[in-house]
């Protein structure tokens, strides 16, 4: 089952503010194409319907960007919980595992990341990082990248557990 992407957006907002930390448009970006990218591997089901495109900034899904436009490069508001969607446990168990493994990280950390993934680099097809792209990032290649990234992980869990 997917989500609209503010509504996955507003989560991990609402979730950085339990531990007293504010979000800004460009780490909650990341934290959309990391939870596309593991629902895409884990669940074989897309978080959210929206195209994620290949910006210079790293992945950025356009209407969520539209949304909190408005806050530049302030700290988004917090959304009041009642605004946030019920998640099915499966998904919600991707979310959890995604800011517990992301969110300790800065914006800037996490788009150098992207920038490192193979469906960014492919998208923007050779550009240099500083231009503007809006290619999308094709949910397939995400998922494939994402699940050989889990093979490889767990192939050396199992290596150093040996």
């Known amino acids: 089952m997917s989500y609209p992407a503010i509504d996955c957006a507003n989560w991990f907002i609402a979730k950085a503010a339990e531990f ?23 669940l074989e089901q897309p978080l959210f319907d929206e195209e994620i495109q290949a910006w210079a900034h790293g992945p950025v899904v356009p209407e969520v960007f539209h949304h909190f436009k408005p806050f530049g490069w302030k700290a988004l508001d917090i959304p009041p919980m009642e605004q946030l969607p019920q998640f099915d446990a ?3 168990g991707v979310l959890e595992q995604v800011f517990e493994t992301y969110s300790d990280m800065s914006a800037k950390t996490l788009e150098a990341m992207t920038h490192g993934d193979q469906p960014w680099i492919s998208a923007r097809g050779g550009l240099a990082a500083e231009m503007r792209c809006e290619t999308v990032m094709p949910k397939a290649a995400i998922r494939d990248y994402f699940v050989r990234k889990y093979e490889i992980d767990q192939a050396t869990h199992q290596q150093k557990a040996a």
Do not use: I
Request: charged share 15%; aromatic share 12%; hydrophobic share 45%.
């Open 20 to 42: 007293g930390d504010l979000t800004t448009h460009l780490k909650v970006q990341k934290m959309l194409y990391y939870g596309q990218a593991w629902a895409l591997a884990l």
């Open 90 to 92: 499966d998904t919600l």
